[in-house]
């Protein structure tokens, strides 16, 4: 079992940022890859980024890719997701997940992002 708590979201003007963080509890965390979703009212959940157990090796949707960073410190259990030159199209619930047998198979409860125009 892994427990995932999401913080970091808020209100922030367009072209500003944002740091998303996510605490795991659990399993061993630098066993699994972690990844970051969103929702928009709406609209299905979109994959945004992911990051494998090393740290090293990151994937980007495109339509973040040079905006946001995914990070882990695997000494603190908790992934991170850097936001800079928000939209408004990134206002959204994130939500961070933990890739374990092949499917992302545990969630956090999501934290709510609103980028004002």
């Known amino acids: 079992q892994v427990q995932l708590v999401e913080s970091g979201g808020g209100l922030v003007q367009a072209g500003g940022s944002l740091r998303l963080s996510c605490a795991a509890s659990g399993r061993t965390f630098s066993s699994y890859v972690m990844g970051w979703f969103r929702q928009a009212p709406g609209k299905e959940r979109e994959f945004v980024a992911r990051?494998?157990?090393?740290?090293?090796?990151?994937y980007y949707a495109d339509s973040v890719k040079g905006r946001f960073t995914i990070s882990r410190d695997n000494a603190k259990n908790t992934v991170y997701l850097q936001m800079t030159s928000l939209k408004p199209e990134d206002t959204a619930v994130y939500y961070c997940?933990?890739?374990?047998?092949?499917?992302?198979?545990?969630w956090g409860q999501g934290t709510q992002v609103t980028v004002s125009s």
């Open positions: 990051i494998k157990e090393n740290g090293f090796n990151t």
């Open positions: 997940a933990a890739k374990i047998g092949g499917s992302y198979q545990y």
